[in-house]
Nanobody, 127 residues
Framework: QVQLVESGGGLVQAGGSLRLSCVTS??????????MGWFRQAPGKEREREFV??????????YVADSVKGRVTISRDKVNYRVYLQMNDLRPEDTAVYYC????????????????WGQGTQVTVSS
């Protein structure tokens, strides 16, 4: 069972920045391509997780949602088995629980393509 642990969330004022981190317990990536992604679940939308960004573990190629493009960067650290989500110019509408997910075979914006996810980290942006 792959475990994912997110961190880095918090309360920030609009215009501020946060860097979310996700560490994976997985050490062998037998599938190629293998994608990891970030999704978010806004308050009042308990049945819906919105795609934010995804990255191929081996190549580092990325896919960022149009809604956050220009403000969000996804990256990975292959040495420390971490994926990062750098978020700048945060807005109140970015308030959500952010989930790290992995195991997709391509850079998919569809959450059901990722079989593993963490517990999430809360990001709250005040106006």
């Amino acid at each position: 069972q792959v475990q994912l642990v997110e961190s880095g969330g918090g309360l920030v004022q609009a215009g501020g920045s946060l860097r979310l981190s996700c560490v994976t317990s997985q050490r062998i990536f037998t599938a190629d391509p293998y994608a990891m992604g970030w999704f978010r679940q806004a308050p009042g939308k308990e049945r819906e997780r919105e795609f934010v960004a995804a990255i191929y573990w081996m190549s580092g190629h990325t896919y960022v949602a149009d809604s956050v493009k220009g403000r969000v960067t996804i990256s990975r650290d292959k040495v420390n088995y971490r994926v990062y989500l750098q978020m700048n110019d945060l807005r109140p509408e970015d308030t959500a629980v952010y989930y790290c997910e992995n195991g997709a075979d391509h850079l998919s914006p569809v959450e059901t393509r990722y079989p593993y996810w963490g517990q999430g980290t809360q990001v709250t942006v005040s106006s």
